[in-house]
């Protein structure tokens, strides 16, 4: 080869090389820095998941709990029933009047439903405070989704707007 020939080829091989650069280094960097990007997710992923393996225990026994307390009717009809006589017992021991009383449409949430009756009451304050307070304990998986008060002139009655709901499974067949 002589001179030129060796001094063409340098040249050529300098040129490929550059051209090759330009076009492969944004693509490495771009696929580098997705890289890095996707690394952090996953370490983020990794952490997370070792936080909710460290709270199993704790889930678990949830769980159980929520297993054995939640109450079992056969269909929407003895669990509406079976949330109106819980009602309507408490509020008599009480001497609250419960008036328009409305049945809501069962919701599901996974494996549990909800039971819902919107109604309005009236009763002296104090038992209407015990009251409400009996309707939300957590082993009854019940509790007042919503709740709307207004205190009469006397402020000795109050009165309610409440849409109370409780969750349940269905009874295996």
């Keep these: 080869m002589s001179p030129r020939e060796r001094k063409l080829l340098v040249i050529f091989c300098v040129t490929i090389?550059?051209?090759v650069n330009l076009l492969i280094l944004p693509r490495l960097l771009r696929l580098r820095t997705q890289m890095e990007s996707d690394l952090v997710l996953l370490r983020s992923q990794r952490d997370e998941s070792r936080f909710?393996?460290?709270e199993k225990d704790l889930w678990l026994s949830r769980g159980k709990w929520l297993a054995d307390k939640t109450p079992q009717f056969e269909n929407e009809g003895a669990a509406n029933t079976a949330l109106l006589e819980t009602i309507q017992k408490g509020a008599a021991q009480r001497k609250i009047e419960?008036?328009?009383?409305n049945v809501v449409d069962a919701v599901e949430?996974?494996?549990l439903k909800e039971t819902a009756v919107k109604l309005n009451a009236v009763g002296p304050?104090?038992?209407m405070i015990e009251w409400i307070h009996e309707l939300q304990q957590p082993g009854n998986l019940q509790g007042v989704k919503e709740l709307s008060v207004k205190v009469e002139e006397d402020r000795k009655r109050i009165?309610?707007?409440l849409n109370i709901i409780r969750f349940y499974t269905m009874k295996a067949r």
């Design 17 to 19: 090389f550059i051209i």
């Design 52 to 54: 909710w393996l460290g």
């Design 98 to 101: 419960i008036t328009d009383v």
């Design 109 to 111: 949430h996974g494996r």
């Design 125 to 127: 304050s104090k038992q």
């Design 159 to 161: 009165r309610c707007q």
